[in-house]
Structure formats: C-alpha cells, structure tokens
C-alpha cells in the first residue's frame, strides 16, 4: 500500500469534516481505552498482572472489543481520497502510531459497520474488502506502511497454516466467501498479532 499524491481542494466540506469527526473520534476512544498503564516504563504488564502473578493467581486474558459507532453513511460514500486531506488527516490524529493487533482489529470495525465487499476495495455504497478497509485507517493517518504491511503479513500468515497460498486479498475475493469468515481471518489474526506481542 502507498500513499498517493493527489491534486485535492484545500478545504472539505463542513459536513464531512463533522462525519470524519466522528469517525476519528470514536477510533481515537478504541485506542485510549487499549493504553495499558504499568508500574514502571520498562515494565510490560499492567500492576495487577504482576500481584496475580506474585500470588500464583491466574492471569486472565481480556480482550475488550474494540468500541467504534458506525461511521455516518455520508463518509462511507465519499471517495477515499477525501480522507487523505490534510485538514482531515490533522484533526484526525494523522501519523497515530498503532500496534499490528489494533490495525486489525480496527480493520475488522470497519467491514463490520461500512459494510464487506469483494471484487475491488470499496463498492459504489462504500462498503469494504480487507484491503480498503485498511486503506481506510491508512489514509486517515492509523499507522503507518509498515504497520499496514505487517498487518498484510500476518493475515497471510494465518492462511499459510491453514493451507492456502493465495495472497489474502484475492482470498477475500473468492466466489463464496462471506463476511463471516473474513471477519474470522482479521480477528484471527489480530489474536496472534497480540500473542506475538505480549512474548
């Protein structure tokens, strides 16, 4: 994936910058309910894993759903280079850095509340295929290439050891396929995303 240049209008409509807004908000609350609070910087765990690990207690794993309202139908029909403008991108967090596992699980909230697709990246009514729901979160500034790149690794990666070898842009393209398996692939893989994470 790569940013591309585009000759864009200096100003968006007001309209669309109170939809993007929005959008960008509730993403922005997903990741700060995601921040985890340790007793020292060097520290990884929060300081309740480490007195359950003291005391031998089990160490739960939680995962909390991501929590991002349905973006407003307006935003979804707008091209997606609307969302590469600068005034958007600013107010929007643009260059947030996000972890590969955040990446996905963002990516799965958007197909859920866009709407999935196969065939291109978006439909006429903006609904998402895996890879423009991730063009989505890149052109509004979540990550970054890289992150973006690593997050296309490890959907692969969850495929290979399923046994397929089709790159998963095309898998998602596939004659019956459904939202529901797409939805499995992405969250599947934002698990083993934060497994790899938390090693």
């Known amino acids: 994936m790569t940013a591309q240049t585009l000759t864009t209008p200096a100003v968006p409509a007001p309209e669309l910058t109170a939809e993007a807004a929005l959008l960008v908000r509730e993403i922005e609350q997903y990741l700060t309910a995601r921040v985890r609070t340790t007793a020292h910087p060097l520290v990884t765990k929060t ?3 480490l007195i359950a690990e003291a005391l031998g207690a089990p160490t739960p794993t939680v995962v909390s759903a991501p929590v991002l309202a349905p973006p407003a139908r307006a935003l979804r ?3 997606d280079w609307v969302l590469t403008f600068p005034l958007l991108r600013h107010l929007h967090g643009a260059g947030r850095q996000i972890s590969i596992a955040e990446h996905l699980e ?3 909230l958007v197909i859920e509340r866009y709407g999935w697709h196969r ?4 439909s006429a009514t903006g609904r998402r295929c895996i890879l423009g729901a991730q063009a989505v979160l890149f052109r509004l500034g979540y990550g970054d290439e890289p992150t973006a790149l690593a997050a296309g690794h490890r959907l692969q990666a969850v495929l290979t050891a399923r046994g397929i ?3 998963y842009h095309r898998w998602n393209d596939t004659t019956g396929r459904t939202r529901a398996e797409v939805l499995a692939l992405v969250r599947t893989a ?3 995303a934060r497994q790899a994470d938390q090693r």
């Open 47 to 49: 300081t309740a894993e």
């Open 77 to 79: 029909l707008l091209p």
């Open 106 to 108: 963002l990516t799965a």
């Open 119 to 122: 065939g291109a990246l978006r």
């Open 165 to 167: 070898t089709e790159p």
């Open 190 to 192: 934002a698990t083993h």
